[in-house]
T-cell receptor, first 113, second 112 residues
Framework: GENVEQHPSTLSVQEGDSAVIKCTYS??????FPWYKQELGKRPQLIID?????GEKKDQRIAVTLNKTAKHFSLHITETQPEDSAVYFC????????????FGSGTRLSIRP | DAGITQSPRYKITETGRQVTLMCHQT?????MFWYRQDLGHGLRLIYY???????DKGEVPDGYVVSRSKTENFPLTLESATRSQTSVYFC???????????FGPGTRLTVL
C-alpha cells in the first residue's frame, strides 16, 4: 500500500554543520513531495516542496533532491542554526489517491551549540 | 495564519461523551484534512475532503465522523470518546492536493 518511510527519527548536528533527512516512498506514480517543519508546540508549516519533473530545488540554506528511479527524496540543510531545531516531516502524494498526501513519521533535529 | 481556525483549542472530556472539534477556513480551499498527532506517530490522517459533500477515510478513521456541508467548515466528531483518542488534532486546508497545506493551531483533547 501507500507508504512513506523517513530516516533518521532523531538527528543531532553541530551548529554550522549540514543535516540530511531521507525519505522513501512506495507509489512510483507519486508526483508531489513537500517538506514540513514543526517547531515545538506549533503547527506544521511548509518549508519546501518538489514536483516529479524536477530533480533538485533550493531555497537559501535548504535544498531537496528527488530520485524517482530509486523512489527517494532528501532534505538538505546547510550551515545549521539554532532556529533549525524542530521536527521535520516529508510527505508524498500517492497518485492512486490524488486527494491526500502521506506523511513520514518525522525527524527530530537538534542543533548543538 | 488567521485564515484557518480551530475550536476549542483545549478540551477535556470523559470516556463515552460525544465531542465535536470545529475547523473553519476563509480561503475557500477545496481540500480539507483532519490529522491526529501523538508522540512517536507523527501526523496520521483521520478524514479528508476534496470538496463540499465529498469526504473520505484516511489512515485512522475508526471512532470519528466528519461532515462538510459548506466549503469553509469541516467539523470532526468523536461519537463516543475513548482514552486512546487523547491527542492533538490538526485541521488543514489546501487549494489542491498538490499545493501547500495550511494547518490550524491545533486542538489538544484529553479524554479521562
Amino acid at each position: 500500500g501507500e507508504n512513506v518511510e523517513q530516516h533518521p527519527s532523531t538527528l543531532s548536528v553541530q551548529e554550522g554543520d549540514s543535516a540530511v533527512i531521507k525519505c522513501t516512498y512506495s507509489d512510483s506514480a507519486s508526483n508531489y513531495f513537500p517538506w514540513y517543519k514543526q517547531e515545538l508546540g506549533k503547527r506544521p508549516q511548509l518549508i519546501i516542496d518538489i514536483r516529479s519533473n524536477v530533480g533538485e530545488k533550493k531555497d537559501q540554506r535548504i535544498a531537496v533532491t528527488l530520485n524517482k528511479t530509486a523512489k527517494h527524496f532528501s532534505l538538505h540543510i546547510t550551515e545549521t542554526q539554532p532556529e533549525d531545531s524542530a521536527v521535520y516531516f516529508c510527505a508524498a502524494t500517492p497518485y492512486s489517491s490524488a486527494s491526500k498526501i502521506i506523511f513520514g513519521s518525522g525527524t527530530r533535529l537538534s542543533i548543538r551549540p | 495564519d488567521a485564515g484557518i481556525t480551530q475550536s476549542p483549542r483545549y478540551k477535556i472530556t470523559e470516556t463515552g461523551r460525544q465531542v465535536t472539534l470545529m475547523c473553519h477556513q476563509t480561503w475557500s480551499h477545496s481540500y480539507m484534512f483532519w490529522y491526529r498527532q501523538d508522540l512517536g506517530h507523527g501526523l496520521r490522517l483521520i478524514y479528508y475532503s476534496a470538496a463540499a459533500d465529498i469526504t473520505d477515510k484516511g489512515e485512522v478513521p475508526d471512532g470519528y465522523v466528519v461532515s462538510r456541508s459548506k466549503t469553509e467548515n469541516f467539523p470532526l466528531t468523536l461519537e463516543s470518546a475513548t482514552r486512546s483518542q487523547t491527542s492533538v488534532y490538526f485541521c488543514a486546508s489546501s487549494r489542491t492536493v498538490y499545493n501547500e497545506q495550511f494547518f490550524g493551531p491545533g486542538t489538544r483533547l484529553t479524554v479521562l
